[in-house]
């Protein structure tokens, strides 16, 4: 399972989410049907628990829950490994050297 960010677009009509349409998949990553939902802190601490005690944790669980995110399901055996390969590294330094279009 994966998580696209929260949709800075996204709102609230008579009790149902509208987003964006997401992005059409990547041919490495194939996606099951996605679902817009919203993490409530305690799902999002629990989805992040490898996370917790780094520095950075309160800041990810509280903007990974201060929207609706588009819910992933990842449908294949590496899944995991080529999403983080397709969305880059996580390091802002390394990032600005491995994946440079990116910070352009």
Known sequence: MGFMAPCPAARHISG????????PPH???PLCPTRVTQLTRYRAEEFYA????KPFFPNLVAFITSGPVYALVLAK????????K???PTNVLKARVEAP???A
């Not at 989410?17 to 992005?23: F, K």
């Not at 055996?77 to 983080?84: E, F, K, L, M, T």
């Open 101 to 103: 279009r990116r910070w």
């Open 27 to 29: 041919p490495a990553t």
């Open 77 to 84: 055996p590496s899944a995991i490994a080529d999403w983080r």
């Open 16 to 23: 149902v989410v509208e987003c964006p349409t997401p992005p």
């Open 50 to 53: 490898e996370h917790e005690g």
């Open 86 to 88: 397709l969305m880059g």
